[in-house]
């Protein structure tokens, strides 16, 4: 069974702080996605990172898949309220499988 | 493209009950998913069709649940005799590949009562 552990669970941060989220597991994934979720809907995809040792920019968010594949981190530069919800990492992998292993999340709630 | 729709939004219904979920992909993906997302945890895998075949299940999808796909196009999933551990959000999603990553729908909250 693949497993993603995500630290932390809950980050409180004030506007303008930077934060890292990560998400480790001793499984190797051919591709690793990331999402946010806000209340009550679905998630929506960031990312997709695929080759390992790759870093990815979306404006203030850096994304960076581990060397061995089996980890991930997401990097928030000074941070803004609008970035509050929750924040997802999914493994692909797996021969024969179609599905995506979800951590559990990071809540992040970011205070003006 | 108006995304990925799914109705209802929100079913309560009484134990025992039998409930019916739709979900209409984006038209020109071929793959479609079932989540299941109970709170504080992240969505967990149900199943999974390539146009119309159904072509992986989760364990966690017991004899209860059943899902169709019939012309490839939308879904329905449905649970039979719910029972109070079935309260969950169901997410589906499409994507035309999984290193596309998935669009997922807004999902169908139920709750058993």
């Known amino acids: 069974t693949q497993l993603l552990e995500q630290s932390p669970q809950f980050l409180s941060i004030q506007e303008g702080e930077n934060l890292t989220v990560y998400c480790n597991s001793s499984?190797?994934?051919?591709?690793l996605q990331w999402y946010r979720q806000e209340p009550g809907e679905g998630p929506v995809l960031l990312v997709t990172?695929?080759?390992?040792?790759e870093v990815k920019k979306l404006k203030r968010l850096t994304f960076q898949f581990g060397d061995a594949r089996k980890d991930s981190s997401l990097h928030i530069t000074a941070a803004q309220p609008g970035d509050t919800g929750l924040y997802l990492c999914?493994?692909?992998?797996?021969?024969?499988?179609?599905?995506?292993?979800f951590g559990k999340g990071t809540k992040l709630s970011v205070i003006p | 493209d108006t995304g990925v729709s799914q109705d209802p939004r929100h079913k309560i219904t009484k134990r025992g009950q039998n409930v019916t979920f739709r979900c209409d992909p984006i038209?020109?993906?071929?793959?479609l998913y079932w989540y299941r997302q109970t709170l504080g945890q992240g969505p967990e895998f149900l199943t999974y069709?390539?146009?119309?075949?159904?072509?992986?299940k989760s364990r966690l999808l017991s004899d209860r649940f059943s899902a169709e796909r019939p012309k490839g196009s939308f879904s329905t999933l449905e649970i039979q005799r719910t029972e109070q551990g079935d309260s969950a959000m169901y997410l589906c999603?499409?994507?035309?590949?999984?290193?596309?990553?998935?669009?997922f729908g807004s999902g169908t909250r139920l709750t058993v009562v």
């Open positions: 990172v695929v080759t390992g040792g």
């Open positions: 038209s020109e993906h071929n793959r």
């Open positions: 999914a493994g692909a992998g797996g021969a024969g499988s179609y599905q995506l292993t």
């Open positions: 999603a499409s994507s035309s590949g999984t290193l596309l990553g998935y669009t």
């Open positions: 069709f390539q146009n119309e075949a159904q072509l992986e």
């Open positions: 499984s190797v994934f051919s591709s």
